[in-house]
C-alpha cells in the first residue's frame, strides 16, 4: 500500500511534467485494484496520492491511444465504487476519458479488448452513454472477441439497459473459445435482462441458458445470476418456448441456483427505507394502511409491501437509491431495477418506485409533507387529518409533474 501510494504520487508528477502518461495510466490501473481490494484500509495519506493522480490524469496528450483511454475509465470507475471519498475526483476524470472516448477516431485505433474494457467501465460508473454503446456494439459485431470480452459488453449493455440489435447479440453469443463460469454467467445475465427488448432477443438468451453446464468452481453470485436470468426468461418467453427452456437446462445447475438464490439476504434498509416505511406506518389509523417492510414474496423481494383498503391488488412499494439510477441522468433506471419491476408486475403487484431524488426533496422534519407525498404516489384520495386541524386533501398533479414521474416509474 505504502509503495503504490509512494509510486502514485512520483506518476502525478511525471503527468504534470507531461511524460510517461502510457505508465502513468497503469499506475491508475493499478491503484484502482488496490482500492477494489483494500476498500476501507486505505488511509487519508494513500487516498490523497490517488487524489492527486486522478486530477493529474486530466491532462492528457493530444492523441493518447485507445488502451491508455480505456483503461483510464475502468480505472477510475472502480475508484469511484471502491471509494466514496474519492468520487467527484474519479467521476471528473472518468468523464475526461469517456470525452476522449467519443472522439471520432477512437474506435479506428481501439483493439476488442479496448472496447470491451470502455464497456465495462461505463457499466462500472452505472454511466449512460448511447451513442458510445451504439458505437460499441457496431465494433465489435465483427470483431474476434474472445468470451471474457463478449461477456463484458453484453453485461455492460445489461447493467445500462441498451440493448444491441439481435443480429449483433447474436454474433457476441456465438463466440467461441475458453472460458469460465463466472464469464458464462455474465454472458447469460446480460442476454436475459435484455430480453425485453425482442422476442428475437429472449430467444437468444433461452439458447444461451440451455447450453450452460455446472461447474464445480462456480461461485454463488454466478449462481444467482442463472436463476435471476430464469426469472428473466419466464417474461419474456410464450409458455411453451419457457417450458422447453426448463426441461433443456441443466438439473443440477438448476438446483445449485435455486438453493444459492433462495440462501441470499439483502442488506439491511437503509436510513432512507426506514423513513419512508415509518411514514407509511403513520398513515395506518387514518386509511388502514397496512406496510410490512422487506417482505419476501415467492422468491422476491419487496421493499415495502402495502395493503390499501378497497384495493384488489397488492402494492410493491420501492425506495429506489442512487445505485438503482445511472450516475449521469438519476432519473433513467438501470437494467436490474427494470427487470424486478417487470417481475413484480408480473406477480400481479402494483409496482410503485419512490426515487431518492423526490424523497430527499421534502425537508426531513416536515412529517406532513412526506404524507402528502405518499398520499400521492399511493393515491389514496381520502382527506388526510393531522393533529391541530391540518388537513391534506389529494389532487392531482400538474401534467409537467406527472410526465417526470412517470419517466421514474418506465
Given amino acids: 500500500r505504502r509503495a503504490l501510494a509512494a509510486l502514485a504520487s512520483r506518476a502525478a508528477e511525471a503527468v504534470e511534467a507531461a511524460a510517461h502518461y502510457k505508465e502513468v495510466v497503469t499506475v491508475a490501473w493499478a491503484a484502482a485494484k488496490a482500492q477494489a481490494t483494500l476498500r476501507e484500509e486505505v488511509d487519508d495519506e494513500e487516498r490523497e496520492s490517488t487524489r492527486r493522480l486522478l486530477v493529474a490524469l486530466r491532462s492528457a496528450p493530444a492523441a493518447p491511444s485507445a488502451r491508455d483511454v480505456a483503461t483510464l475509465a475502468w480505472a477510475c470507475a472502480k475508484i469511484r465504487d471502491a471509494d466514496w471519498r474519492l468520487s467527484a475526483e474519479a467521476l471528473e476524470t472518468f468523464e475526461t476519458a469517456i470525452s476522449l472516448a467519443s472522439r471520432r477516431d477512437f474506435f479506428e485505433r481501439a483493439s476488442p479488448r479496448d472496447a470491451s474494457q470502455l464497456a465495462s467501465a461505463l457499466a462500472t460508473a452505472a454511466y449512460d452513454a448511447p451513442r458510445l454503446f451504439e458505437r460499441i456494439h457496431a465494433f465489435v459485431a465483427d470483431k474476434p472477441l474472445d468470451l ?27 463466440r467461441p473459445g475458453a472460458g469460465s463460469f463466472f464469464e458464462r454467467s455474465l454472458l447469460v445475465w446480460g442476454a436475459a435482462v435484455l430480453g425485453h427488448a425482442s422476442p428475437g432477443h429472449a430467444r437468444l438468451a433461452a439458447r444461451a441458458l440451455a447450453a450452460l453446464r455446472l461447474d464445480r468452481r462456480a461461485k454463488p453470485d454466478d449462481l444467482r445470476r442463472i436463476h435471476q436470468s430464469l426469472l428473466a426468461l419466464r417474461l419474456e418467453l410464450d409458455p411453451q418456448a419457457f417450458d422447453a427452456l426448463y426441461l433443456a437446462l441443466d438439473q443440477d445447475l438448476l438446483a445449485k441456483a435455486r438453493t444459492s438464490w433462495n440462501g441470499h439476504r439483502e442488506r439491511a434498509s437503509s436510513a432512507r427505507h426506514t423513513a419512508v416505511a415509518q411514514t407509511l406506518q403513520a398513515l395506518k389509523a387514518q386509511h388502514k394502511v397496512v406496510v410490512t417492510v422487506r417482505d419476501e414474496y415467492g422468491d422476491l423481494y419487496v421493499d415495502m409491501l402495502v395493503r390499501l383498503p378497497n384495493r384488489s391488488k397488492l402494492i410493491a412499494l420501492e425506495f429506489d437509491g442512487p445505485s438503482h439510477f445511472c450516475s449521469n441522468d438519476p432519473r433513467r433506471p438501470l437494467g436490474d431495477t427494470l427487470l424486478k419491476r417487470r417481475l413484480l408486475g408480473a406477480r400481479g403487484f402494483q409496482v410503485i418506485s419512490v426515487s431518492y431524488l423526490d424523497w430527499d426533496a421534502i425537508p426531513y422534519w416536515s412529517t406532513m409533507e412526506r404524507q402528502r407525498y405518499l398520499q400521492r404516489k399511493l393515491q389514496i384520495t381520502e382527506t388526510l387529518r393531522y393533529r391541530g386541524g391540518d388537513l391534506s386533501y389529494y389532487s392531482e398533479l400538474p401534467p409537467e409533474t406527472r410526465k417526470i414521474l412517470a419517466s421514474t416509474n418506465s
Avoid: I
Fill in 148 to 174: 471474457g470480452d463478449a461477456s463484458a459488453v453484453v453485461w455492460a449493455s445489461a447493467v445500462v439497459d441498451r440493448p444491441p440489435d439481435e443480429a449483433v447479440l447474436e454474433r457476441l453469443l456465438a
